[in-house]
């Protein structure tokens, strides 16, 4: 806990390496679940990135998307491939922090220190079934909004209301389910205007809400949670996995390969 003296931003931030460029910070869940609330506690505007193979490459491919993640106030590995790519980088103790565990691990925190919450994507039904959800599984959770924006994209004054609504809830935690890169993009254009932290969890609100089925646990050990997603949804996911993963693998091996021979050049 921040003592009297401390703030959030005094408290040192975990390990963290460049993946293909992209920060990512060796936390877990206790760690990110202290500074996100701790943060929230005290009103603090920040966004957090749950960031798998996906978020990664769509950095690699556009430097303005990769300078947006970086500066996040924190960038948890989601995915195995990135614990594997940090633990090859040198942070041997790195964990997995996968973003639907992240969120019952704030919810449940939420709850015990009285911080409200609001939720923020997701069509009608899910955001109300996610919000449902939380209560049923977190008693005492005080959840202030739940936004369901169209999926279009929003009219200047449109933007402006649903953040008036937000501001207005008092909320100090905000659940953001857009899906990658549009999430990070709305957090971060955001940034500073809302007086909460806002965490990018995508998948998440799908999986809540029952929506969508979530990996077994093995698949999810073993690194194998896409190609569950993809058995469930290959219409509209396969083309993203067969162009990033061959793609991730191929530098991410050039990358440890030139750290071992430490002539790795700096972040793009």
Known sequence: MLSEQTTPQDVPMPPARH??????DATSYPDATQRILD??????????????VHMTMEAWDDAGFRHLVNDASLV??????LVWALRALGVRTA??????????????????????????????????????????????????????PPFRPLAPHEQQEELRQLRDAGARIV????GCPKQERW???????????????????????????????????AGLEWLFRVSQEPRRLWRRYAWHNPRFLWHLVGQVLRSR???????R
């Not at 973003?99 to 919450?117: E, H, I, K, Q, Y």
């Open 39 to 52: 943060s929230a506690a005290v009103g603090l505007s920040a966004y957090v990135c749950v960031a798998n």
């Open 95 to 148: 964990t997995r922090v996968r973003g639907p565990d992240l969120v019952r691990w704030v919810a449940a925190d939420a709850a015990a220190r009285g911080v409200p919450v609001a939720l923020y994507g997701g069509a009608p039904d899910v955001v109300r079934d996610f919000s449902s959800v939380l209560r049923e599984q977190n008693p005492g959770i005080d959840v202030r909004a739940a936004i369901s």
């Open 175 to 178: 659940f953001v389910g857009l």
């Open 187 to 221: 957090m971060a254009s955001h940034h500073g205007e809302l007086p909460a932290v806002m965490i990018g969890v995508g998948a998440a609100f799908d999986f809540f809400a029952g929506s969508s089925k979530e990996a077994p646990t093995w698949m999810q050990r």
């Open 76 to 81: 948890v590995p989601d995915g195995m491939p």
């Open 261 to 267: 021979l430490k002539t790795d050049p700096p972040p």
């Open 19 to 24: 993946v293909l460029g992209m920060r990512v």
